[in-house]
């Protein structure tokens, strides 16, 4: 089950987002759409980094019961709008690259220490769901 918040005036693709969620996982992931501010503050207080960003995953680490929660997923709408304008594609095209490489984080990747296996896995939902370059990839270009 996917639960959104949108706080933002971006119309969302839930349905979109709940088919990437259902593909992933059968657990339930909170994802919550906020602007620059909202995540910086969120960044700050968990990460230590007084900087907004793109996309935060807070999992919670109970692999032990099925039905508790995989975790939270926080998106900046900023980054949505600046980026899909930017590289020529839909904001909800944006919206899902970000969302997949949170939930990735959430089942465990991490692509600053694994040996390509999350970039492996996104680029493979990318390719599935016809959306531009990851979030992976790009940063590796730039």
């Not at 907004?52 to 980054?79: C, K, M, Q, R, W």
Request: charge should be negative; charged fraction near 25%.
């Amino acid at each position: 089950m996917l639960n959104i918040e949108n706080f933002t005036t971006l119309e969302v693709n839930k349905e979109h987002l709940k088919t990437i969620a259902n593909l992933l996982t059968t657990r339930e992931i909170d994802l919550t759409i906020c602007y620059n501010h909202t995540i910086q503050r969120y960044n700050r207080e968990y990460r230590g980094r007084d900087t907004p960003t793109d996309v935060l995953s807070f999992p919670l680490n109970s692999d032990l019961i099925e039905h508790i929660p995989l975790g939270s997923i926080v998106i900046s709408a900023d980054y949505i709008i600046v980026n899909s304008k930017a590289l020529g594609h839909s904001f909800n095209d944006e919206l899902s690259l970000l969302f997949i490489h949170g939930i990735l984080h959430l089942l465990g990747y991490d692509h600053e220490r694994d040996s390509g296996e999350m970039r492996a896995k996104e680029e493979a939902l990318i390719q599935k769901f016809n959306l531009p370059k990851s979030l992976i990839v790009r940063t590796e270009e730039s």
